[in-house]
């Protein structure tokens, strides 16, 4: 069917009211005056893209991205990243109906990479790993083929083989079935009839397990399974500890998981070497703030304990964080907060004092921003931060991540008087009750402090002349982030977008290879990103080709304005990649079964020549480009 385009319009606007008790009463408001005729029409188009879509969506083979299985009422789909974004919008709009329009977005995904082939696909593909990610299956896995059978609460028995086995998991290859594929979280007693017939068992051979993942790959699925804490068959768990331990040298031992952990072992030990910000414990019991301290980071921590050795302390210790503490540690899943404050070091008296202002009490007087501009300008230490913080709840702790916002810090407009007066508030005291405790980045602490990263880094190699990000470190969690950093195949397949376009890439490549400190970074890029389906664009620069900050929050207004926008802090270093001691002793365990792919891990690994540390700080520079927009600010009188 065929609209116009203000039918068209009014299509798009009331087919997610479609699903809503009070569709009717806004069709008929919306179409009033429209003719019979075209109120069918209409009508007629939105019922069409809200009916609940038929059938499954598989991606498989059909795009460029890695593609993986997702299950929902009952049915399992096949997305890569930006199809799970648009399926899951789908279902906000239109009251957790899949419908055919949400359909249509997706498939317009798979049309378009059909079109323009895999010429035109991303030209970067990046591996990826999570940071501080705690992979489940540590223990062997044994590639080890034996029939077995397993039961259903319902009494149903099906037939099966294991591909590997482990001392608490199982993996199996069943022939399709489509109650086999809706068994995700299903308990099962798995009985291995094939290892009773060709070993002698102590015990009874059926022992009970949970369906974790479900793999369909015609004509077979395949089932990953964890062993249930409350099976009591501790006879079945020494026979398997027994049987891999003499046969694994005869059967091949699947040791990906083992690889995958030394690898983001390795460069979250480079990560935390080349990181120039302050990463912070503050645990619940404690009075002792932990930071995290490297070579990169060294002189950010020494400026923080010059004057006043307890600031980090304090600043963790102040109402308007301890408020993001509180509001974190109800969230129900693990979320993040980012806050934007001022520092400021005056001397008074003979002595440096220390001033911490919080970005939101800037905006309730206009001079506010013009009296830290003249401090600045006549040579003070005045400087923007950007404190991100989440709480773990298991470890009963807050964990933050404090780093600089490069912003041009220069205004045109003069101050007859410095409003000095109002400092006090924000003033440092000498002591604190909370400690610092400074600790070294090394094996033992790094754990603990990427188990909760909160930025994301793209780590750098050399391929022949070129300098080109390879390796991806993610975030363990998405609560909290901008879209673009939740889809992290869409924002990680081309260096290019998040890194501001090919122009700022080369720059930023270019200077990472002649100085060892580059200081002339384009620190922090803004982009407005356009999620359309099948025509994403990405636009933006970075603040520093602006000479004012007026003119920066300008822009960042006008972005902000016509679209969503992302802000990235952009830090980078060189670095001198080396395996740990720690690293080497787990890379020498895989050598003894699959030489040829530690040789190649540590091989790329010592390609590596610099790490990017790209955080967001989205929040933050929004906050600070509002405050341009004040009424009577002093500060539009420069424009």
């Not at 049915?75 to 055919?100: D, I, M, P, S, W």
């Not at 890194?499 to 384009?522: A, Y």
């Not at 530690?598 to 091989?603: K, T, V, Y």
């Amino acid at each position: 069917m065929t609209l116009n385009a203000a039918l068209q319009t009014l299509v798009d606007e009331l087919k997610t009211e479609y699903h809503r008790s009070q569709f009717e009463s806004v069709f008929k408001r919306k179409t009033k005056h429209l003719s019979g005729p075209e109120k069918l029409k209409v009508k007629m188009a939105i019922t069409e893209l809200a009916k609940p879509a038929l059938g499954v969506v598989d991606l498989r083979k059909k795009v460029p991205y890695d593609v993986f299985p997702y299950p929902f009422q009952g049915r399992t789909h096949y997305f890569h990243n930006r199809a799970q974004q648009l399926f899951e919008q789908g279902l906000k709009a239109y009251k957790g109906v899949f419908t055919e329009d949400t359909k249509q977005q997706i498939l317009a995904l798979k049309n378009q990479y059909n079109e323009t082939g895999i010429a035109n696909a991303p030209a970067t593909s990046l591996d990826s790993f999570i940071a501080g990610h705690p992979y489940a299956r540590r223990e062997e896995r044994m590639n080890f083929v034996s029939p077995v059978s397993f039961t259903l609460a319902d009494g149903q028995v099906f037939n099966a083989s294991t591909v590997d086995i482990s001392t608490n998991g199982l993996q199996l290859k069943v022939e399709s079935d489509d109650q086999v594929k809706s068994l995700l979280f299903a308990q099962l007693d798995v009985c291995f009839s094939g290892l009773s017939e060709n070993f002698v068992m102590s015990s009874d051979p059926c022992v009970q397990y949970r369906v974790v993942a479900v793999e369909n790959s015609e004509p077979y699925v395949y089932l990953r399974l964890k062993r249930l804490e409350t099976d009591s068959n501790k006879a079945f768990r020494t026979f398997i500890d027994e049987l891999i331990e003499q046969y694994k040298h005869r059967y091949k031992v699947n040791i990906d998981h083992s690889l995958q952990r030394v690898k983001a072992r390795a460069y979250e030990a480079l990560w935390a070497n080349a990181y120039s910000g302050l990463k912070m414990v503050l645990p619940d019991n404690k009075l002792t703030c932990c930071v995290l301290a490297s070579e990169a980071n060294r002189t950010l921590l020494n400026s923080w304990q010059k004057h006043v050795p307890s600031a980090l302390s304090q600043l963790m210790a102040l109402p308007w964080v301890r408020q993001e503490h509180d509001a974190l540690k109800l969230e129900r899943k693990q979320s993040r907060r980012q806050l934007c404050f001022f520092r400021l070091s005056l001397p008074l008296n003979k002595r440096w004092h220390e001033y911490l202002i919080p970005v939101a009490d800037l905006s309730n007087e206009d001079d506010w921003l013009p009296s830290l501009f003249a401090l600045k300008q006549a040579g003070y230490p005045v400087q923007a931060y950007a404190l991100t913080l989440t709480y773990d709840r298991h470890r009963m702790s807050t964990f933050a991540e404090l780093q600089k916002l490069a912003l041009p810090m220069v205004n045109e407009v003069k101050v007859d008087k410095l409003a000095l007066s109002k400092l006090k508030p924000y003033q440092l005291n000498e002591q604190s009750e909370v400690k610092v405790s400074v600790v070294p980045s090394d094996d033992s602490n790094l754990e603990e402090q990427f188990g909760n990263a909160l930025s994301n880094a793209l780590f750098v190699h050399k391929d022949g002349t070129k300098w080109l990000p390879k390796v991806a470190g993610l975030m363990p969690f998405s609560e909290g982030l901008p879209t673009a950093f939740k889809d992290a195949g869409f924002w990680l397949s081309d260096s290019e977008k998040v890194l501001g376009g090919r122009q700022l890439q080369r720059q930023l490549m270019d200077n990472l290879r002649r100085t060892n400190e580059p200081v002339d970074l384009p620190a922090i890029v803004v982009l407005r990103i356009s999620h359309l389906p099948g025509k994403e664009t990405v636009i933006g620069r970075s603040l520093n080709t602006y000479k004012t900050f007026s003119e920066a929050a300008e822009y960042v207004n006008f972005l902000n304005d016509d679209g969503d926008i992302l802000a990235f802090h952009i830090s980078g270093s060189r670095s001198n990649a080396c395996l740990s001691d720690a690293v080497r002793s787990e890379l020498s365990y895989i050598s003894r079964y699959l030489p040829h792919r530690a040789s190649e891990f540590e091989a790329e690994f010592l390609q590596c020549k610099a790490v990017l540390t790209v955080s967001d700080v989205t929040e933050s520079v929004i906050a600070l480009a509002a405050l341009v927009q004040q009424p009577n600010n002093v500060l539009q009188q420069a424009n």
